[in-house]
T-cell receptor
């Protein structure tokens, strides 16, 4: 069966420090991968999605970047964190195909607090 | 651009009763998917139910069912026999369909459901 791992679960970082959140998927190949951010009391905002290795699409301009160095690995990064980067970050995957694998599966999330 | 609107930030229901959560969406597409996700206090996003727009029959999953009104672009979730474990944030989501299969999910802002014992 497929599983998705996301870490760390909680992170407190000072302003200006770098960030690296990692997400890996097991039990499938060539998944679509997504990074979402959920601000307090709000819905999910798509940050990045990837349909393949080194293929990253950004949805919103921001202080963050994403990379996909391997098929099932998706990394969210920042060189210098801002206070506004605080939030709950969720990684998700979905299988390729138009009518197959319709829903996305989410990781446990990372709560990032920038202080 | 597609948008998803959940107009009820909070709802509450007595245990064992029925509650309906509302969702409307805006799209120019004719073929798409709609989803309801549940986010309990653990923050894990869990799929509750999905509906394919080309299917007229409303989807059901045990105590969960939807009322899909395509012309009105409405997609409500009905929870029957509410249980304490149903307490969570519920998100409505939309995904269009294309030949590439890589479309994103667009989420509403969520409805926080409280179950009253």
């Amino acid at each position: 069966s497929q599983t998705i791992h996301q870490w760390p679960a909680t992170l407190v970082q000072p302003v200006g420090s770098p960030l690296s959140l990692e997400c890996t998927v097991e039990g499938t190949s060539n998944p679509n991968l997504y990074w979402y951010r959920q601000a307090a009391g709000r819905g999910l905002q798509l940050l990045f999605y990837s349909i393949g290795i080194d293929q990253i699409s950004s949805e919103v301009p921001q202080n963050l970047s994403a990379s996909r160095p391997q098929d099932r690995q998706f990394i969210l990064s920042s060189k210098k964190l801002l206070l506004s980067d605080s939030g709950f970050y969720l990684c998700a995957w979905r299988g390729q195909g138009v009518r197959m694998n319709t829903e996305a599966f989410f990781g446990q999330g990372t709560r990032l607090t920038v202080v | 651009a597609q948008t998803v609107t959940q107009s009820q930030p909070e709802m509450s229901v007595q245990e064992a009763e029925t509650v309906t959560l509302s969702c409307t969406y805006d799209t120019s597409e004719s073929d798409y998917y709609l989803f309801w996700y549940k986010q309990p206090p653990s923050r894990q996003m869990i799929l509750v139910i999905r509906q394919e727009a080309y299917k007229q029959q409303n989807a059901t999953e045990n105590r969960f069912s939807v009322n899909f009104q395509k012309a009105a672009k409405s997609f409500s979730l009905k929870i029957s026999d509410s249980q304490l474990g149903d307490a969570a944030m519920y998100f409505c989501a939309y995904r269009r369909i294309s030949n590439f299969g890589n479309e994103k999910l667009t989420f509403g802002t969520g409805t926080r459901l409280t179950i009253i014992p």
